[in-house]
């Protein structure tokens, strides 16, 4: 494949990327979050702007450099999440959602720091439903716009990834297998990416970077020829 910013094969188009994982405050110091490093999302950015692409990365609580060539905006929680992912893509070609999103967030934020002296025991945590930001994008696609999910799966990873290609609405699903020492701050990632049309794309544990090319091989192929 052609490489360099001039002539490589996502020239002229806007890629958006989402990598990290959000936080949902509690209170002023403490947070719900999830182990997502941002290094698969950092990758696709990196590979994205190596191939030509512009590349905005919507990127939550990572600690990584920022990816040359990519515009860079910083997002905690889910909700700002949503903003900015739904505001870059009003004009995107693609849009690979690599974030871990947290599927609940605490339904009231106390506005000062739970302190354990404060009453009997400690008191539960109330929580509920953020916005699915995929399905969003799927329902919201601009014609031509290639939407790509990612899914963390610890059991029937096949199954459930078919399930929820279909329930998001996506063109492709990256279907990774989880655990404690699987993926999670790992350099190397296995996947196996389900295409809407009934495809199905094997790729072998390996570099986050090449799993990042394979995505963008699928995105570009189903990217329409650019406007002469
Ligand atoms: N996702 C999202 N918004 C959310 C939750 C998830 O955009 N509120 C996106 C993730 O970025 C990922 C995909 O949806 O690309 C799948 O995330 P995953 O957690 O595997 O799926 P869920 O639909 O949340 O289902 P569950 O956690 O119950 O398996
Ligand atoms: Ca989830």
């Given at each position: 494949?052609?490489?360099?910013?001039?002539?490589?094969?996502?020239?002229?188009?806007?890629v958006?990327?989402?990598?990290g994982?959000?936080?949902?405050?509690?209170?002023?110091?403490?947070?719900?979050?999830?182990?997502?490093?941002?290094?698969?999302?950092?990758?696709?950015?990196?590979?994205?702007?190596?191939?030509?692409?512009?590349v905005t990365?919507?990127s939550a609580?990572?600690?990584?450099?920022?990816?040359?060539?990519?515009?860079?905006?910083?997002?905690?929680?889910?909700?700002?999440?949503?903003?900015?992912?739904l505001?870059?893509?009003?004009?995107?070609?693609?849009v690979?959602?690599?974030?871990?999103?947290?599927?609940?967030?605490?339904?009231?934020?106390r506005?000062?720091k739970?302190?354990?002296?404060?009453?009997?025991?400690?008191?539960?945590?109330?929580?509920?439903?953020?916005?699915?930001?995929?399905?969003?994008?799927?329902?919201?696609?601009?014609?031509?716009?290639?939407?790509?999910?990612?899914?963390a799966?610890?059991?029937?990873?096949?199954?459930?990834?078919?399930?929820?290609?279909?329930?998001?609405?996506?063109?492709?699903?990256?279907?990774?297998?989880v655990?404690?020492?699987?993926?999670?701050?790992?350099?190397?990632?296995?996947?196996?990416?389900?295409?809407?049309?009934?495809?199905?794309?094997?790729?072998?544990?390996?570099?986050?970077?090449?799993?990042?090319?394979?995505?963008?091989?699928?995105?570009?192929?189903?990217?329409?020829?650019?406007?002469?």
């Open positions: 494949l052609a490489r360099g910013t001039a002539g490589g094969d996502l020239a002229g188009r806007h958006v990327v989402s990598a994982g959000t936080r949902e405050p509690i209170d002023p110091v403490r947070f719900i979050g999830n182990r997502s490093s941002g290094l698969q999302g950092y990758a696709l950015a990196r590979t994205a702007a190596a191939r030509g692409a512009r990365l919507v609580n990572v600690s990584l450099p920022d990816p040359a060539g990519t515009r860079v905006v910083p997002v905690g929680s889910a909700e700002e999440m949503r903003k900015a992912v505001e870059a893509a009003a004009d995107a070609d693609a690979v959602m690599a974030a871990a999103v947290a599927d609940f967030r605490p339904a009231d934020y506005g000062s739970i302190k354990k002296s404060e009453g009997t025991g400690p008191e539960p945590i109330a929580l509920v439903k953020n916005a699915d930001i995929l399905a969003e994008l799927g329902q919201r696609r601009r014609a031509g716009q290639v939407i790509v999910g990612f899914a799966e610890t059991d029937d990873v096949l199954a459930n990834g078919r399930a929820k290609l279909a329930r998001k609405g996506s063109d492709l699903l990256v279907v990774n297998e655990g404690e020492h699987l993926t999670f701050g790992r350099p190397d990632n296995a996947a196996v990416i389900l295409g809407a049309d009934g495809s199905r794309t094997d790729v072998a544990r390996g570099a986050k970077e090449a799993l990042a090319d394979t995505v963008w091989d699928l995105v570009a192929a189903r990217l329409e020829p650019p406007a002469p």
